[in-house]
């Protein structure tokens, strides 16, 4: 069995200067009919503001170089062999075929497509087989190039040196196959991740990162055959994850701190009326800590808002509180429903497991779900630890099988895409979130079924 | 106990691709090792304590004392003792006493020692104030706050908890460590010993000497001055700190009996699982060599990660605690086999930072994910203020009293 190590993407103009990532025969191949091919841009053949790919321009990334804020890079039906990398604001790289249009990896490059400017678009293609994200948006950035973490060898990164990609829009995009990631917010803020699908990653499908004030609406997207479904590591207030199946994952989603990332503890998400069910995939990487038959994790997150999800048939938990080191799971309301016709019931429905140097506090609990220990409901709303925890050990016991290779995970079902590619879409909004509407009640248990490549 | 960690059930760590990080190692080795002993505020110093050399000698007289970053390579034989002093939260019974240590000290590493009749070598004495006698003074200083209990405490006797003075004698001479600790304790007016107990390590340069299981140990440590300076020595007053304590540091002393035997039978490739290291070189699973990072993201393509999750190397990172980077100065330890007694090995950790809490939590972390833990036994325990350095006109711990 073959390791690889995360690296970061070469960034694509700096790279003679660098050199950091090898690059391989078929990057070089790429940047050569660049060189033969890419000459002034013509618009002659479309509409002002739309390059085409590759009738204008052989490479996406010629394109995207090529592009103005305000312009619509169209990518033909065709599998691209890319990292792309955009740093233009307001640019849009849209396929013109979600299930045709394909930039692959093939197992050997870093990323898919990197956006590290203000205002970007990547819409209704698929970005399968790469070894760290598929689709990345960050404000974490230099001349080494783009990069997804807060911590450096022993040394800490200053989020202060890094201020966030602002506006961004992640819709109908395929993420599968991909070594970490496949959709990826980190350091960004004013966004929509919305209407993808994530499938095959060794750590999470879809992930929010390090933002404050995020101002991130996640809704209507399929995550399933990941290690996790869904992630959020310190990407707090206004986020909202809502109308999403993660499902068929080996843990559904998670809301954690970390103190290998800035702006700990995470807090204040909504989540609301996903459904979060059967999180006992095969089909999938291993969780690396083990993680399996879990929906929702929460360790070190605060004050967040989990309201008419369905969380059923998930072996392990349902929800599971924790600690991360010295911070607390503390003031989250949980309501939902925790069963539907055709799914198993949860191992149990709530769960605390957190240490005694950081014991859960304070959080609420809606209905009548099971709980361990089974007074898990005292201490709502106030500084109290709520109940004693259960050691990790009393928990049902569930055997995580064998993880599979993300490259081996099967591939998706295709998905439908988007109608009107030829629009040169307006500039993205500075707000996102305030004018989300979150539904009313619990999904029933086939939302985005139809979308799913587990029968 | 049952091997199902809190995080094994939950989640991926959060976050953090790892990017860049991969790539840089720790400087290189002989670059950082070559500068671990200069203080960045401390005066210029003699051309001798810079030998990372066991024989010559090291200064005794500074910003700080020796024994902590000086010499740059740890003598290879230790005597560490500890003792009470009653009465001595009154400053007038405090203060003399530790004058008088810090100018037997001088006397001892000397040119000349009745005591000592071949010279000190390489001999180096640290003096640590225990919680109660730094809370005295002030109890918002560093150094007053005692170390907490955490997993396996309990069953520590209690004259290994705690105590108000570490000796803390190395040198390459072991004949030479009882001679000068009682010449030390003369100076005490007799005051019994809690405990004292030789301690020795192997071969090595820099803090990197292999521990009783056989692997390398001390070599994720802040080297350079400025790391030091950062992550070990209690800042100038300039720089925030607290002029009393400057150029002092927060010792954390533990004595850890280790299933050697136990150990000893895992399969090489399971040893080296526990540690998250190859025993022959020490470079970490993820690659690369011994003072290349840790790469905490790396995993297989089937989703593990080639540090383990409950491997040593993984749950002690600091970046998981937020906190900072130890200075760990290990000795091993060895008692005698008789009778049915099996005797005890193992090793006296001990670490140097500026903040208790690095290693505080670093140590609960242990307690919750580390697969090492199951070989080791917590047998003492205890936390001092190394006082900030002394010379012939500035007595040990008379800055305490500013």
Redesign the interface.
């Known amino acids: 069995m073959s390791a690889y190590t995360p690296s970061m993407p070469p960034k694509r103009r700096r790279a003679s200067l660098f050199g950091r990532v090898p690059r391989t025969a078929a990057y070089v191949f790429v940047l050569v009919l660049t060189a033969c091919t890419a000459g002034p841009a013509s618009s002659d053949d479309g509409p002002l503001g739309v390059l085409r790919v590759p009738a204008d321009h052989a490479t996406i990334q010629a394109a995207v170089d090529a592009a103005a804020p305000g312009d619509l890079v169209l990518v033909a039906p065709g599998v691209y062999t890319e990292n792309v990398l955009v740093e233009t604001t307001d640019v849009t790289i849209r396929g013109a075929d979600r299930n045709g249009v394909v930039i692959d990896g093939e197992g050997v490059r870093s990323s898919g497509i990197v956006a590290v400017a203000d205002g970007v678009r990547i819409e209704n293609l698929t970005v399968r087989r790469v070894m760290h994200y598929g689709v990345l948006v960050t404000g974490m950035h230099d001349d080494n190039g783009p990069s997804a973490h807060g911590v450096d060898g022993y040394e800490r990164l200053d989020p202060a040196m890094f201020p966030p990609v602002e506006r961004f829009a992640v819709r109908n995009v395929t993420a599968s196959n991909n070594g970490l990631y496949g959709i990826y917010a980190f350091d960004a803020r004013h966004g929509i991740i919305a209407d993808s699908y994530a499938s095959g990653s060794a750590d999470s499908g879809i992930y929010v990162g390090q933002c404050r004030h995020c101002d991130i609406l996640v809704t209507g997207n399929v995550a399933e055959r990941n290690a996790v479904g869904f992630e959020n590591a310190n990407a707090s207030d206004s986020v909202v994850v809502t109308g999403n199946r993660f499902s068929h994952n080996r843990v559904g989603m998670t809301l954690l701190s970390n103190y290998q990332e800035a702006f700990t503890p995470q807090r204040a998400n909504i989540v609301r009326g996903n459904v979060i069910a059967s999180n006992t995939s095969a089909d999938s990487p291993a969780q690396a800590e083990g993680g399996f038959g879990v929906g929702i994790g929460i360790s070190g997150g605060r004050d967040n808002l989990l309201r008419d999800n369905l969380v059923a048939g998930n072996p392990r938990a349902g929800v599971l509180l924790a600690n991360t080191e010295d911070l607390a799971a503390s003031g989250n309301r949980i309501e939902g429903a925790w069963s539907a016709d055709g799914v198993a019931p949860n191992g149990v429905d709530i769960a605390n497991i957190s240490a005694d140097r950081a014991p859960a506090q304070g959080n609420c609990i809606g209905g009548s779900p099971s709980t361990l220990p089974k007074h898990l409901r005292a201490g709502c709303g106030t500084k109290k630890p709520s109940a004693t925890a259960v050691a990790p050990g009393r928990l049902p016991d569930v055997e995580a099988p064998p993880g599979m290779s993300f490259l081996q995970v099967p591939e998706p079902p295709p998905q439908p895409g988007m109608v009107d590619v030829e629009v040169i879409p307006a500039r993205l909004p500075n707000t996102v979130t305030d004018a989300a509407e979150t539904p009313e009640g619990v999904p029933d248990a086939g939302l985005l079924a139809e979308r799913s490549g587990v029968s | 106990?049952?091997w199902?960690?809190?995080?094994?059930?939950?989640?991926?760590?959060?976050?953090?691709?790892?990017?860049?990080?991969?790539?840089?190692s720790?400087a290189t080795a002989a670059g950082a090792l070559g500068d671990e002993t200069s203080y960045r505020h401390g005066p210029a110093r003699s051309d001798r304590e810079g030998a990372a050399a066991s024989s010559g000698g090291v200064e005794p007289a500074g910003m700080t004392q020796a024994g902590v970053d000086r010499p740059g390579t740890p003598q290879r034989f230790g005597l560490l003792a500890v003792l009470d002093l009653p009465g001595a939260t009154d400053r007038r019974a405090l203060e003399p006493r530790l004058a008088a240590l810090g100018a037997t000290i001088l006397s001892l590493t000397g040119e000349s020692s009745d005591v000592l009749p071949d010279g000190a070598g390489d001999l180096t004495v640290t003096v640590g104030l225990g919680p109660r006698l730094v809370g005295a003074i002030d109890p918002g200083l560093a150094g007053a706050t005692a170390l907490p209990r955490f997993a396996g405490d309990d069953s520590i006797e209690a004259h290994r908890i705690g105590g108000d003075l570490l000796l803390a004698l190395h040198g390459s001479d072991p004949v030479a460590l009882p001679l000068a600790l009682r010449e030390l304790r003369a100076t005490l007016d007799g005051t019994p010993l809690r405990w004292s107990e030789a301690c020795f390590r192997g071969p090595g340069v820099g803090t990197v000497t292999r521990n009783p299981f056989g692997f390398h140990d001390g070599i994720?440590v802040p080297r350079d001055s400025e790391k030091l300076a950062r992550e070990v020595w209690l800042p100038p007053e300039e720089d925030g700190g607290d002029p009393r304590v400057a150029g002092g540091t927060i010792c954390v002393l533990r004595r850890l009996v280790l299933d050697t035997e136990r150990f000893a039978h895992l399969e090489p490739s399971d040893q080296e699982a526990v540690m998250g290291r190859r025993r022959s070189d020490g470079a970490p699973l993820?690659?690369g060599t011994m003072f290349d990072?840790v790469?905490?993201?790396?995993?297989?393509?089937?989703?593990?990660?080639?540090v383990p999750?409950r491997s040593h190397a993984r749950a002690a990172h600091?970046?998981?605690?937020?906190s900072g980077?130890m200075l760990r100065r290990g000795y091993a330890f060895a008692t005698p086999t008789t009778g049915d007694d099996p005797g005890e090995t193992g090793l006296f950790f001990i670490a140097f930072q500026r903040e208790l809490d690095t290693f505080v939590?670093t140590q609960?972390?242990l307690d919750?994910t580390d697969a090492l833990m199951q070989f080791a036994r917590p047998t003492a325990s205890a936390t001092f203020l190394v006082l900030p350095g002394f010379d012939e006109n500035q007595p040990l711990g008379s800055t305490l009293y500013e």
């Open positions: 106990m049952s199902v960690s809190r995080r094994e059930v939950l989640f991926g760590t959060g976050g953090a691709i790892m990017g860049v990080a991969a790539t840089v720790g994720a993820s690659g990072d790469d905490l993201r790396a995993k297989t393509p089937t989703g593990e990660y080639l999750a600091p970046s998981f605690t937020g980077l939590r609960h972390r919750e």
